[in-house]
Structures are given as structure tokens and as C-alpha cells.
């Protein structure tokens, strides 16, 4: 969670818009008890933590995921920390939340199907309208961490057309420098767009 304040700092000194981090996929679930515990409690902690420090700073956060699958406690503390920085316009931060690319989706659909969509209207536009990133723009750069080659079920529709850029540290050790030469890499990249 510590690893999280300087990099927020920095993109948001950098100009960058928005910010999305994956803080608990919904595969976390499946760790034992104790762990998926000590993994609220340290977004919780964290949360409560920083919250006037991000509205100082102008970050607005929004959660997006099941935020409603997790304990009630955790849910009112998250839902107080966008409420408290909802003024926030230097950046947003987008904090996953018991979050997967595809659940995403799935619950997008739930959603055009609740909203009675007809099938002869629902188009790109409209799905994206019912994501959980809706109003957001799609993502520009997705950095993964800890050598690994894939983007693990994150922000599978947004960043259809992401630069995708693969770093050997693992998240706690990345750090600001790390976090520049990415942007720079990023930036001198021809971005072509599936053409």
C-alpha cells in the first residue's frame, strides 16, 4: 500500500489523468481466511490513512469491483474516502476492488439486460456506458509488474489498445524512477490503434 503513495504523487505531478491499481482481484477470495483478512485490513488501514492526504493533493478516488461483496465495515470506510474526495480534480485514482476484468464485463451485461437494452441498440458506446470505468477514457498504458508477460484480468475491455509495458520489480519495490521511464518508453511509442 506504501508503494502506492509516490507513484499516485508523481502521475499526478506527470499529468496523467487517471490512475487504476489492482488492490484485490476476485481470484483473492480463494486465499485462506487469514490472509484475504489481512489484506482488508491493510486496504482498510490505508484508506483511512490517506484519505485527507489525497484530498489535499486533489486526487479523487473511486472504487470500482464488487465493493458490495466485502465486509460492511470495509465497504463504508472505501465509500467514505470517494465521498471526501469526490472534489478532487488533479487526478483520479482508480482503486480495483475485488476486481476482474471478466466479472467486469459480466456485470456489465447484467446490467444492459436490467436496464432493458434492446439487442438491435446495444453497441461499443452503450456497453462501455454500463463498466465500471464509465465516463472514463480507455487506457493509454497498462504497466504489469513482477516479470510477469500478461495483464491478468485487468481492465480487459479499456485497454484493448493499451501500451503495455512488463517490468521485472515486483509492485513494493517499484518506485518513481521506475515509474518515468515507463511514461518515457510510453511516449516513444508509435501508437497505431490495431492498424
Not at 131 to 156: E, K, M, W
Request: proline residues 4%; glycine residues 8%; charged residues 25%.
Amino acid at each position: 500500500m506504501e508503494a502506492i503513495r509516490p507513484i499516485v504523487r508523481r502521475a499526478r505531478d506527470c499529468g496523467v489523468e487517471t490512475l487504476s491499481v489492482y488492490t484485490f482481484s476476485t481470484e483473492n477470495w480463494s486465499r485462506p481466511d487469514d490472509e484475504v483478512e489481512g489484506l482488508f485490513g491493510l486496504i482498510d488501514g490505508a484508506v483511512r490513512q490517506h484519505t485527507d492526504e489525497l484530498i489535499g493533493e486533489g486526487v479523487r478516488v473511486n472504487v470500482i469491483g464488487r465493493l458490495h461483496e466485502a465486509p460492511a465495515d470495509i465497504q463504508r470506510s472505501i465509500r467514505a474516502a470517494e465521498e471526501r474526495t469526490r472534489a478532487g480534480t488533479r487526478l483520479t485514482l482508480n482503486i480495483c476492488f475485488n476486481y476482474s476484468g471478466r466479472a467486469e464485463v459480466v456485470d456489465a451485461v447484467r446490467s444492459l439486460v436490467a436496464s432493458g437494452a434492446r439487442p438491435e441498440t446495444i453497441d461499443e458506446g452503450l456497453f462501455a456506458a454500463h463498466l465500471y470505468t464509465a465516463g472514463q477514457p480507455d487506457v493509454d498504458l497498462l504497466i504489469r509488474t513482477g516479470g510477469d508477460h500478461r495483464t491478468s484480468n485487468f481492465l480487459i475491455w479499456q485497454a484493448t489498445y493499451a501500451e503495455l509495458i512488463f517490468s521485472p520489480k515486483f509492485w513494493p519495490d517499484f518506485n518513481e524512477a521506475d515509474f518515468d521511464a515507463a511514461l518515457a518508453e510510453y511516449a516513444s511509442r508509435d501508437r497505431r490503434f490495431g492498424a
